[in-house]
């Protein structure tokens, strides 16, 4: 892994919990991480064009963003999908975590978290039906019903490979596509893996 990467990663989970004195305002309304994969609904902030929430319920901890992480993949020379996943971690795992292990395991944990999310969204391109839908009305319809269904797919997913990793690292994540960044191919697929944005 690059230097430069590890370093960032370094001072992101410093920032992270660093003290502040100017009062940082967060989203006061978390969004609830359900076990399985969510229903992408019409008015779910997901599909709203937002930007991502700063904080994402799972189970009954309070996770915070702490990764954006860019990613693509075609399921053929023709279709494919590129979007934006969004990491989730628990403030205090990341406390103690540093504490007991020091802040240079995060670098492997990112690189972890990077594999099975692309395995995972590779899984979710190949179970997700690309080719254009002759019954949508439009466009916009069609963008839609590729979103959630692609997103429901990639939660399923990536569910078993977030469970083993917090098993394994005791660190509560979770791991989200950010809906509003996906862009679909159909006719030709330029998707292609990203690394993290430095």
């Known amino acids: 892994m ?3 990467v590890q370093i960032l990663l370094g001072m992101a989970f410093i920032a992270l919990t660093a003290c502040s ?22 008015n779910s902030t997901q599909s709203s064009g937002q930007n991502p929430p700063l904080t994402w319920l799972k189970g009954d ?6 990764r954006i992480m860019d990613g693509g993949a075609c399921k053929n020379d023709f279709q494919g999908a590129k979007g934006t996943f969004l990491i989730y971690a628990d403030p205090a795992d990341i406390e103690r975590i540093k504490r007991e292990k020091g802040p240079q395991v995060f670098s492997d944990f990112e690189t972890k978290i990077q594999s099975f999310a692309t395995d995972a ?14 019954f949508a009305l439009g466009a916009d319809e069609a963008q ?3 979103t959630k269904q ?4 990639f939660r399923n997913s990536v569910a078993d490979a977030v469970k083993r990793f917090q098993k394994e690292t005791t660190l509560t994540i979770d791991v989200v596509p950010f809906a ?11 998707a292609t893996h990203q690394e993290p944005e430095n």
Do not use: M
């Open 180 to 190: 509003p960044s996906f862009t679909f191919y159909q006719q030709g697929c330029e």
């Open 21 to 42: 004195t100017q009062e940082v305002k967060h989203d006061t309304q978390a969004i609830s991480a359900p076990a399985k994969a969510p229903a992408i609904t019409e």
């Open 2 to 4: 690059k230097a430069s």
């Open 121 to 134: 969204f590779q899984e979710a391109i190949n179970a997700t039906n690309l080719a254009e839908d002759p």
């Open 150 to 153: 692609l997103s429901n797919n």
């Open 61 to 66: 901890k309070r996770l915070n963003l702490v």
């Open 144 to 146: 839609e019903k590729l």
